[in-house]
């Protein structure tokens, strides 16, 4: 999974925004890997950046500068989470699903993993950056992680990961059998994801919109797979099975008819929706922003979280005006 980059001499050091620009993109998307927090990754390139200037005259060239960033952005990560829990979704908490109708609680303290959009980070490999491999990368402890990305998705060699990480390329090879016999003992596997939505995915997302629009229980609940799952952090709960969701839709969700349009984006190389909620004077605020993973022409996972500041970040108005329709804008995107 390997994102191929032109090589960059060793001259362009001496123009460090063009350097900056050049790989502000791919580093965020490692450094989120790591951290799985959006705000964390652009601190942590920021870190990574001024390193680099700051030891810029001792580069030798004995590896490329991209490989080099690497390596300083990789530690720069592990000094960071050391002593810091994982940031888990609701499904990897430990707790057992729920049925709707059950009181829903939240927690605010919890460090949850965050969606990045699209725009802001290289997806041109969607596997390693989608909601699923980054919530499985949380359970590894830091060093585990960071050969497993080093490893299997930037495909280093052992010798590099030991360099890189001032170990061996035994102890390498062993970390990455642990961390994907870890991966592996949750059921947590890297599947392949379409780089592209068909046709009738395409047109599957238009009827979710609409569903959701009318309020249509129903079609809700046809559009999803049986097992389904829907969890929306910082709510603890999380449900399974299509009829469960619709319930906890129909009865827990605020808005009625012609209450909740929803505005298209992309995330973590999977479609996403801006969802809005209708106010007291017409207009309509943010209330949740979904990411969906599709299985065929169904939708089986959505991540739905309850926070309006992401809407900014995915470039997403703070408010649709009291006469907004659905049709006024383009109801679903593939991923970029």
Request: glycine content about 4%; hydrophobic content about 40%; proline content about 6%.
């Amino acid at each position: 999974m390997a994102v191929e980059t032109e090589h960059v001499t060793t001259s362009e050091l001496d123009d460090f925004p063009t350097l900056t620009e050049r790989y502000q993109r791919e580093l965020l998307a490692h450094c989120y890997r790591m951290s799985g927090s959006v705000h964390e990754a652009e601190d942590l390139v920021q870190e990574t950046f001024l390193r680099a200037w700051k030891a810029s005259a001792d580069f030798q060239g004995r590896s490329s500068v991209r490989t080099w960033l690497y390596r300083i952005a990789t530690n720069v990560c592990l000094t960071n989470l050391e002593g810091r829990p994982r940031r888990p979704l609701p499904t990897g908490l430990g707790t057992p699903d729920s049925v709707a109708g059950d009181t829903l609680e939240s927690n605010n303290e919890i460090a949850w993993l965050e969606p990045v959009p699209d725009a802001a980070v290289v997806v041109a490999e969607r596997d390693s950056i989608r909601l699923a491999f980054v919530a499985a990368l949380q359970h590894l402890p830091a060093r585990q992680r960071a050969v497993l990305i080093l490893r299997d998705v930037l495909r280093w060699s052992a010798a590099e990961v030991a360099e890189a990480l001032e170990t061996t390329p035994a102890a390498v090879n062993s970390a990455l059998q642990r961390a994907h016999a870890q991966l592996a003992d949750r059921g947590l596997t890297e599947e392949t994801v379409e780089p592209h939505l068909t046709a009738q995915q395409q047109h599957l997302l238009d009827r979710y919109v609409d569903a959701f629009w009318r309020k249509d229980i129903d079609q809700i609940v046809s559009l999803l797979t049986a097992e389904a799952v829907w969890e929306m952090p910082p709510f603890t709960s999380w449900y399974v099975g299509a009829r469960n969701i619709g319930e906890l839709i129909d009865h827990q969700c605020p808005g009625q008819e012609n209450d909740m349009p929803m505005l298209a984006t992309s995330a973590n190389g999977q479609p996403a929706f801006g969802l809005y909620m209708r106010t007291a004077t017409g207009s309509f605020v943010p209330f949740q922003l979904q990411v969906l993973e599709l299985d065929g022409e169904r939708v089986r996972h959505v991540h739905a979280f309850f926070d309006a500041t992401l809407f900014a970040r995915f470039g997403l108005p703070e408010e649709l005006p009291a006469g907004y329709l659905p049709d006024d804008a383009p109801q679903s995107v593939a991923p970029r």
